[in-house]
């Protein structure tokens, strides 16, 4: 199975700055997945990463917010842009694969 | 538009007790259906997978069953134990491409010794 490494696990972050969080496959992959999980809440997906193209976001997210790269089929970045207290989440990275979905380990951002 | 619903909320039971989770999805046209576990602040681990020809699918004391044409799965867990405390959660997957999975909001698992 596909084992996807997330860094960080955990970050506190001023408002007004910006964090960028890394997934690692251990396979390639076409697709990657960015997914926000509030306090409380389930799962919201971001954006979607194809390799070669821009991210495809969903209704409610922009690419100025949260700008995603996906450089090769192994990698991919999500930054969380200019912070606010709303923004303090989990933020998760996922890859689809013939026996399921794989999910990374997640990031706890809290913002102060 | 898929929506998945997840009853109940919150569960408390002792240990040792059997029970079962229910999710609905409302588009019985799914590809596949995974339950999945999240520890608090964690990420998502998978427990099962079934795919949408399927009727059910087991793993050690987890039994996942799934009624395509009513939109419906259950995720049935036996001699519960303090372990299986965490939140489950139910996703559905569309199509056979890659497609994002969609998910309901959780049952949260509290077993008390």
């Known amino acids: 199975s596909a084992v ?3 860094k ?11 964090l960028t969080i890394q997934c690692q496959v ?17 799962l919201t997906l971001i954006a979607t990463a194809n390799q070669g193209s821009e991210a495809t976001y969903e209704s409610g997210f922009v690419i100025d917010k949260f700008p995603i790269s ?14 606010s207290p709303e923004d303090s989440s989990i933020y998760l990275c996922s890859v689809a694969m013939n026996y399921g979905y794989t999910f990374g380990s997640g990031t706890r951002l809290t913002v102060v | 538009k898929q929506e998945v619903t997840q009853i109940p909320a919150a569960l408390s039971v002792p240990e040792g007790e059997n029970l079962v989770l229910n999710c609905s999805f409302t588009d019985s046209a799914i590809y ?5 576990r999240q520890d608090p602040g964690k990420g998502l681990t998978s427990l099962l997978l079934i795919q949408s020809s399927q009727r059910e ?6 039994n996942a069953s799934l009624d395509k044409s009513s939109g419906r799965s259950t995720l049935y867990i036996a001699a519960s134990q303090p372990g299986d405390s965490a939140t489950y959660l ?19 698992l509290s077993v008390i010794a």
Do not use: E, H
């Open chain 1, 26 to 42: 251990d396979s390639q992959v076409t697709m990657m997945f960015w997914y926000r999980q509030q306090p409380g809440q389930s």
């Open chain 2, 90 to 108: 139910c996703a559905v997957r569309q199509g056979s491409g890659n497609t994002p999975l969609v998910f309901g909001k959780g049952t949260r």
């Open chain 1, 8 to 18: 960080p696990s955990r970050d506190i972050c001023q408002r007004g700055t910006s």
């Open chain 2, 57 to 62: 699918q087991t793993s050690g004391r987890l």
């Open chain 2, 32 to 36: 596949n259906l995974q339950w999945f």
């Open chain 1, 4 to 6: 996807i490494s997330q």
């Open chain 1, 70 to 83: 996906r450089p090769n089929l192994t990698f991919s970045t999500l930054t969380v842009s200019n912070m």
